[in-house]
Structures are given as structure tokens and as C-alpha cells.
């Protein structure tokens, strides 16, 4: 990666590296694991657009995430009501 892209794209990578983090870290308070959730670099320094792969899970574990999800939704609804 030439060093003008990278400099451009430093917070593009931070940004990728730590929401990965934080899905990783959210989930896990979940009790979910997603095994290969991960940053795709070579993406990323061929376009400079780092996206983010969740790559494969058990069905199990997307029906914990989807009922966080319902239940997050859910909460939000009730406490941004006017």
C-alpha cells in the first residue's frame, strides 16, 4: 500500500479493528461467538474501503443475535417514545 493511501486510510482501519472489537466484545456479553468474524484487510488496501467479513455462525448463535436484536429494538422503541 503506498504510503499517501495508507496515511488516508489510518482511521478507516482503527475504525474497522475496533468495531470488530466491540461486535466480538458485545456478543460475547451475549453468550454468542461468531468464529470467524474478522476485518478484511486485502479489501481494504486494494480500495481502501475495509469491510467488515462475520463470515459463518451456527444457527443457534444467529438466533441469540437476532433475539438481542428484537430485544434492543424493543427497549429503544420504549425509551425513545414522546
Known amino acids: 500500500m503506498s504510503s499517501i493511501l495508507s496515511r488516508v486510510t489510518a482511521e478507516q482501519r482503527r475504525r474497522a479493528a475496533s468495531?470488530?472489537?466491540?461486535?466480538?466484545?458485545?456478543?460475547?456479553?451475549?453468550?454468542?461467538?461468531l468464529p470467524s468474524v474478522s476485518?478484511?484487510?486485502e479489501?481494504?488496501?486494494?480500495?481502501?474501503?475495509?469491510?467488515?467479513?462475520?463470515?459463518?455462525?451456527r444457527?443457534?448463535?444467529?438466533?441469540?443475535?437476532?433475539?438481542?436484536l428484537r430485544k434492543?429494538?424493543?427497549y429503544e422503541r420504549l425509551t425513545h417514545d414522546d
Open 19 to 33: 468495531v470488530v472489537e466491540d461486535l466480538v466484545s458485545v456478543l460475547a456479553l451475549g453468550g454468542v461467538k
Open 39 to 41: 476485518v478484511d484487510w
Open 43 to 57: 479489501y481494504g488496501r486494494r480500495t481502501g474501503d475495509y469491510l467488515v467479513q462475520l463470515g459463518s455462525a
Open 59 to 68: 444457527p443457534l448463535d444467529l438466533l441469540r443475535i437476532v433475539d438481542l
Open 72 to 74: 434492543g429494538l424493543r
